[in-house]
């Protein structure tokens, strides 16, 4: 009667071990799909957004991520200054531009 009480522990320690297996490679699976769905695509977002904000120039027509249209007429190192009509003009951070758009999108 011991003899098949020992060979039920022995299977039962078996099965323990691959389930141990299967949710290191289903943690390491769900790390790689974070990767790939989150972090990579917002990383790239970040990256074009800082190159545009670097090649802003005067006379560039933008959105800012605020919802203002403008046309730069002052550039700096932390700002620019927009000009939204006519005298009327804003400063605001360089990182607020949200998009550059194309050139006769804003009329006075």
């Known amino acids: 009667m011991d003899f098949f009480i020992s060979a039920a ?14 949710f290191v490679l289903l943690m ?16 790239k977002r970040q990256k074009e957004h800082r190159q545009m904000v670097e090649a802003l120039k005067e006379g560039d027509e ?3 991520q605020g919802g203002i249209l403008g046309r730069i007429t002052k550039l700096d190192e932390q700002f620019v200054t927009l000009e939204i009509a006519d005298g009327v003009r804003i400063r605001v951070q360089r990182h607020a531009v949200g998009s550059v758009v194309p050139k006769g999108t804003f009329e006075e």
Do not use: C, H, K, N
């Open 62 to 64: 933008v959105l800012t």
């Open 28 to 43: 390491v699976a769900m790390v790689v799909i974070f990767y790939f769905l989150l972090i990579r695509p917002q990383s």
């Open 9 to 22: 522990m022995a299977q039962d320690a078996g099965g323990q071990q691959e389930g141990d297996w299967t």
